[in-house]
């Protein structure tokens, strides 16, 4: 055999060898170690699981800033099952004039329960045990994504009461009505505008990349009920526990209301609000 032939069946001979040894090795290390490793996967699990419940708790205890929680109040109008909605008073600075279920920002320290329930007090004039929360919707993204939690809630022995300050008036709707319609929807297309510094070249593609287009829907009740109630206004609107001369009373749904458009996020909440109990009434009626 040629030499240069000898010393290639030498090499291959020593490099198999060197080969062997190594898994050899690597595998007297990996069975030495098979306890340890369990316990270091152990070890890893618990502090995972550790680490994720303390992210969920901070969670809990802190919410983005502009986070806001409403109250759906449910009451009883001539033996009739109708949720309660405010139109928001003319000289507030953020949405005058616009339908709005009681609700307001989460203040420090406050559960987005106890926001629905202290802000649902104020506007309404009522007794917090008049209130009985009963539910509450999935959470809902409001204007600038910031989370909306909503609370399904019974207004007992409601009265027609609620503050000028904050509230100009407040009406009914039959959940009847609310189940039997859906709203209008339209879509939003989100425009995208990357910074001048987008780091481009780190994207399959750079500029040309194919993103996906975004949109945000806008929900309308364009036409609400003709049998609205609409509570007449209390002698004394400003001044919380006065009640309303006829608290009871059920107008036409005419020009002389002047109520406006049932729409964005009040109108995505009353619609969250019939898809879960349409889901869950199956045949059943509230009366």
Same mark, same amino acid.
């Given at each position: 055999?040629?030499?240069?032939?000898?010393?290639?069946?030498?090499?291959?001979?020593?490099?198999?060898?060197?080969?062997?040894?190594?898994?050899?090795?690597?595998?007297?290390?990996?069975?030495?170690?098979?306890?340890?490793?369990?316990?270091?996967?152990?070890?890893?699990?618990?502090?995972?699981?550790?680490?994720?419940?303390?992210?969920?708790?901070?969670?809990?205890?802190?919410?983005?800033?502009?986070?806001?929680?409403?109250?759906?109040?449910?009451?009883?109008?001539?033996?009739?099952?109708?949720?309660?909605?405010?139109?928001?008073?003319?000289?507030?600075?953020?949405?005058?004039?616009?339908?709005?279920?009681?609700?307001?920002?989460?203040?420090?320290?406050?559960?987005?329960?106890?926001?629905?329930?202290?802000?649902?007090?104020?506007?309404?004039?009522?007794?917090?045990?008049?209130?009985?929360?009963?539910?509450?919707?999935?959470?809902?993204?409001?204007?600038?994504?910031?989370?909306?939690?909503?609370?399904?809630?019974?207004?007992?022995?409601? @009265?027609?009461?609620? #503050?000028? =300050?904050?509230?100009?008036?407040?009406?009914? %709707? !039959?959940?009847? +009505?609310?189940?039997?319609?859906?709203?209008?929807?339209?879509?939003?297309?989100?425009?995208?505008?990357?910074?001048?510094?987008?780091?481009?070249?780190?994207?399959?593609?750079?500029?040309?990349?194919?993103?996906?287009?975004?949109?945000?829907?806008?929900?309308?009740?364009?036409?609400?009920?003709?049998?609205?109630?609409?509570?007449?206004?209390?002698?004394?609107?400003?001044?919380?526990?006065?009640?309303? @001369?006829?608290?009871? #009373?059920? =107008?036409?749904?005419?020009?002389?209301?002047? %109520? !406006?458009?049932? +729409?964005?996020?009040?109108?995505?909440?009353?619609?969250?609000?019939?898809?879960?109990?349409?889901?869950?009434?199956?045949?059943?009626?509230?009366?």
């Amino acid at each position: 055999m040629p030499a240069h032939k000898v010393l290639r069946h030498v090499w291959k001979t020593e490099r198999n060898c060197m080969e062997n040894r190594d898994l050899a090795a690597a595998a007297a290390e990996n069975n030495a170690g098979a306890d340890s490793a369990a316990a270091g996967g152990s070890f890893c699990a618990d502090a995972l699981r550790s680490w994720i419940k303390e992210a969920h708790e901070k969670k809990n205890r802190s919410y983005p800033k502009g986070s806001s929680a409403v109250l759906i109040p449910f009451l009883i109008r001539d033996g009739v099952c109708h949720v309660l909605y405010e139109v928001r008073a003319a000289k507030l600075l953020s949405q005058p004039g616009e339908i709005c279920f009681p609700g307001g920002r989460i203040e420090k320290g406050e559960s987005p329960m106890e926001t629905a329930v202290r802000e649902a007090t104020e506007e309404l004039c009522v007794d917090r045990d008049r209130i009985e929360i009963v539910g509450a919707l999935d959470d809902t993204i409001g204007p600038g994504t910031i989370p909306l939690f909503s609370y399904i809630g019974v207004l007992h022995d409601y @009265e027609g009461t609620w #503050s000028a =300050s904050e509230v100009d008036r407040v009406f009914t %709707l !039959p959940l009847d +009505w609310i189940l039997q319609n859906d709203p209008d929807v339209y879509k939003i297309k989100l425009a995208r505008q990357m910074p001048e510094d987008f780091p481009y070249e780190y994207i399959p593609g750079g500029q040309e990349y194919r993103w996906r287009e975004q949109s945000y829907s806008v929900p309308f009740y364009p036409q609400l009920p003709t049998e609205l109630s609409l509570f007449q206004e209390p002698k004394a609107a400003e001044l919380c526990g006065k009640a309303a @001369e006829t608290a009871d #009373s059920t =107008s036409d749904a005419g020009e002389d209301m002047k %109520l !406006p458009v049932l +729409w964005g996020v009040t109108a995505r909440v009353t619609h969250s609000l019939a898809v879960l109990l349409r889901e869950g009434r199956g045949e059943q009626t509230l009366r």
